[in-house]
């Protein structure tokens, strides 16, 4: 009996955890401008520079001075940087695709969240567009006369063998800290929780079976929110952050969490992986001088007399339009532009989430594939 209980168990962790690693041919990628490497910069106009300046040396459609945390796992995986679905230039889906768009949210973009200022490219259109470059990609490989019309499209039968990633909810609460009380905005959570959900069904619907879930980060941390909206002394955290938003992030975090696990016991031969990028970006900010960062409140792109006026917007000044400075040291900022991570510390988070120590279950991303 225990032998067999022991044998149960080994052929689970290896269903879990294969021996060798794994190799996905492509990835596909949700989410907002922690992730969006071209599309919002494709579809309302592209990026100023100094965005960046530090890897590409010009804008490339990402909100950093460089690289983004799905470019490193794409580089970890052997696969190239992903290109942006709406980007109709030059673009190669043979390996994935990106749908994520900046400022986008889970829910569906109402009139309010829409004059609040958040994109139109939530969660559930990105599903449509990836469900449409789906059914095209099968349709043309079904009808093609020959393989120079599908050479930049994906493989039919990989899509069940490919990595998809999630990241995506922080618009969500960045609109509740903006319009709601906090006791709506967590009213809130279970809905926002249930959008998530049902975007994993949909992809699971789709022939997803390997979803690496990034859970939100710690949004009471970003330099933006502590500069413009200083915590008093009570809602302010031991390293100056503001308690109160990170609480709903926790809280956001920790439905998102059990609904995972939820939907491992629904979704058969599928692999969810829940990683806690809050617990990770919150150690780097607490500890920047450890890691070789400035203070975590300092950001390196800004205008003029830093007047408060974001770095991706331009300004006139005497009939002259100027674009955001970039700061001397961008290696040494946590923060690119106040809202969004540095290719820096993109590159410190990325390398710490790639061997699974903050994922749940804690597989490395090279062997979370099913077998």
């Known amino acids: 009996m225990a032998a067999a209980i022991v044998v149960v168990l080994l052929a689970s962790l290896l269903y879990i955890y294969p021996s060798k690693a794994c ?35 010009k804008p490339s459609g990402r909100y950093s001075d460089g690289r983004l945390i799905i470019d490193f796992i794409a580089e970890h995986l052997g696969l190239p940087s992903l290109n942006a679905y709406l980007d109709s230039i030059g673009s190669n889906f043979s390996h994935g695709s990106n749908f994520a768009a900046s ?16 994109n139109p490219f939530s969660l559930n259109l990105q599903l449509l567009q990836f469900e449409q470059l789906k059914d095209r990609t099968e349709e043309l490989h079904s009808e093609a006369k020959n393989s ?20 995506s909810g922080q618009n969500d609460l960045h ?26 069904k949909k992809l699971y619907e789709k022939g997803a079976r390997i979803i690496w879930i990034h859970n939100t980060g710690p949004i009471g941390c970003l330099p933006y929110f502590v500069i413009t909206f200083p915590p008093k002394a009570e809602d302010t955290d031991q390293i100056g952050c503001i308690k109160s938003y990170n609480e709903v992030a926790q809280e956001f975090n920790k439905q998102l969490k059990e609904e995972v696990s939820k939907l491992r016991t629904q979704l058969s031969g599928a692999a969810l992986y829940y990683v806690d990028i809050y617990s990770l970006k919150y150690s780097l900010i607490n500890e920047a001088e450890k890691y070789g960062f400035l203070s975590p409140f300092k950001y390196c792109c800004k205008h003029y007399g830093d007047n408060g006026l974001q770095c991706w917007k331009t300004e006139m000044r005497n009939g002259t339009e100027y674009f955001g400075t970039s700061c001397s040291d961008p290696l040494k900022h946590i923060s690119w532009d106040g ?18 120590s903050y994922s749940d279950p804690p597989v490395p ?4 594939c099913t077998s």
């Not at 922690?34 to 890897?55: I, Q």
């Not at 991303?365 to 979370?368: G, I, N, T």
Request: glycine share 8%.
């Open 148 to 167: 120079q019309i599908t050479s930049n499209l994906p493989k039919p039968e990989e899509f069940s063998k490919s990595l998809y990633t999630l990241d």
């Open 103 to 118: 400022g986008s949210t889970l829910q569906a973009v109402n009139a309010k969240l829409y004059e609040a200022g958040f």
């Open 175 to 200: 609109y509740g800290f903006m319009k709601l009380t906090m006791e709506q905005l967590n009213t809130s959570i279970p809905y926002i929780v249930y959008q998530f959900s049902l975007s994993i």
């Open 23 to 57: 190799h996905f041919p492509a990835i596909y990628n949700f989410g907002d401008s922690n992730s969006d490497t071209g599309t919002v910069s494709a579809v309302f106009g592209r990026l100023p520079p100094p965005y960046g300046e530090t890897f590409f040396g």
């Open 339 to 356: 809202i969004h991570y540095s290719e820096a510390a993109n590159k410190w988070i990325a390398n710490h989430i790639l061997d699974g």
């Open 365 to 368: 991303l090279s062997k979370a």
